[in-house]
């Protein structure tokens, strides 16, 4: 059964990055495609990218200039980072198998905040 | 970029109530379109895939349909167990979600 952690920082400073980890076990990286998605506070939920199991990658434009996803496939990880963060990018943020998101990890939560 | 419309924002039923709840795509997704439900707390899971297709596990009491731009979830006798936010995804062009249809008990 595949599974999906997410693990980072619950706190970061505006104008710093964000950075978090989805560990995946039960299911190699080197297949499908994995993303992350995040839910702002009032619901809202934000497709933010993925990265296909060649490596490519496919990000939101809202979020272009700011987010990279990138993978270790040694440790069937893959990674978030979003630059020059705000009060705005405070959200729960999910890890997900699949374009269609088939899978989620459980999410975790990120406050911006001096 | 599409976007999609979820009503009601907000829907209160008793138990045994058959439950419907749409989504609308500002233009054709394709059936393109998942349902997922999230209860308080937990992660979304996903109840519904490509419009119609039940997920594994899934009570059957759940069900979509829907084309072109109109979709719907239907829950033919809601269980208390079903209070939660339902979320409407279409992957057809880019990838949106609805604002989602909170569903709580009358």
């Known amino acids: 059964e595949v599974q999906l952690q997410e693990s980072g920082p619950g706190l970061v400073k505006p104008s710093q990055s964000l950075s978090l980890t989805c560990s995946v076990t039960g299911y190699s990286i080197t297949s499908n495609y994995w993303g992350w998605i995040r839910k702002f506070p009032g619901n809202k939920m934000e497709w933010m990218g993925y990265?296909?199991?060649?490596?490519?990658?496919s990000y939101n434009p809202s979020l272009k200039s700011r987010i990279s996803i990138t993978r270790d496939t040694s440790k069937n990880q893959f990674f978030l980072q979003l630059n020059s963060v705000t009060t705005e990018d405070t959200a729960t943020y999910y890890c997900?198998?699949?374009?269609?998101?088939?899978?989620w990890g459980q999410g975790v939560m990120v406050t911006v905040s001096s | 970029d599409i976007q999609m419309t979820q009503s009601p924002s907000l829907l209160s039923a008793s138990v045994g109530d058959r439950v419907t709840l749409n989504c609308k795509a500002s233009?054709?997704?394709?059936?393109?379109l998942n349902w997922y439900q999230q209860k308080l707390g937990e992660a979304p899971k996903l109840l519904i895939y490509y419009t119609n297709n039940l997920q594994t596990g899934i009570p059957s009491r759940f069900s979509g349909s829907g084309s072109g731009t109109d979709y719907t979830l239907t829950i033919s006798s809601l269980q208390p167990e079903d209070v939660a936010t339902y979320y409407c995804?279409?992957?057809?062009?880019?990838?949106?979600f609805g604002a989602g249809t909170k569903l709580e008990l009358k």
């Open positions: 997900a198998r699949g374009i269609t998101i088939a899978v």
């Open positions: 233009q054709n997704i394709n059936k393109n």
């Open positions: 995804y279409q992957y057809n062009s880019g990838y949106t």
């Open positions: 990265i296909s199991y060649s490596g490519s990658t």
